[in-house]
């Protein structure tokens, strides 16, 4: 079993800056990819940020530019850089990891609890 833990959300004021942090819990043997998504009050989860193990990586037009994903393998730990912060970011923001923990096993689908980022004056 795997569990992510995230750290780095809260409160900041418009143009300030966060870092998220998504570790998982055990080491993971594969990681195929590793994302960040959010889901604001009343809206549905969209990604933010995605990277692959081939080196591809896509944010959603809304942050491009601002924000910036980066990945630590060998610590199976993804981390989300936001800058010049909006109100329109707040949100709760969910780390994924896509990997499998043996060579044997499948791959699944892991997901961090969500830690809350709040955007505001």
Sequence with gaps: QVQLVESGGGLVQPGGSLRLSCAASRSI????????????????????????????????????????ISRDNAKSTVYLQMNSLKPEDTAVYYCNIEGKISYSTEASNYWGQGTQVTVSS
């Design 29 to 68: 043997f594969y990681i195929y990819a590793m994302g960040w998504y959010r889901q604001a009050p009343g809206k549905q989860r969209e990604l933010v940020a995605h990277s692959t193990s081939a080196g591809s990586t896509n944010y959603a037009d809304s942050v491009k530019g601002r924000f910036t």
